[in-house]
């Protein structure tokens, strides 16, 4: 069974930090590329980070420099380092495991940044 699930939202006061797991199982983990999006209330899904197979990294300019996305083939899991947390950055992440045409989603974690 193909599954991604991630762990490691909560609420954080701004300035803080956390750290986002993604651990996938029922896939070759180190041959996918992931992704890490996140969802804000009313609003569409979009990319925050993303790490190749090969370890080739990008991130959406919003968080550059706040945020680091790294992968633990060994471990089958893709985490999100998230510092410098801001308000605006509330909402559900989820992560995403593509390979050629295939994709499976998590099934998201919430982050809320408030004081």
């Known amino acids: 069974q193909v599954q991604l699930v991630e762990s490691g939202g909560g609420l954080v006061q701004p300035g803080g930090s956390l750290r986002l797991s993604c651990a996938a199982s029922g896939i070759l983990f180190s041959i996918y590329d992931m992704g890490w999006y996140l969802q804000a209330p009313g609003k569409q899904r979009e990319l925050v980070a993303a790490?190749?197979?090969?370890?080739?990294?990008n991130y959406t300019d919003s968080v550059k420099g706040r945020f680091t996305i790294s992968r633990d083939n060994a471990k089958n899991t893709v985490y999100l380092q998230m510092n410098s947390l801001k308000p605006e950055d509330t909402a559900v992440y989820f992560c995403?495991?593509?390979?050629?045409?295939?994709?499976?989603w998590g099934q998201g974690t919430l982050v809320t940044v408030s004081s």
């Open positions: 995403k495991a593509g390979y050629r045409n295939f994709e499976v």
């Open positions: 790490i190749t197979s090969g370890g080739t990294t």
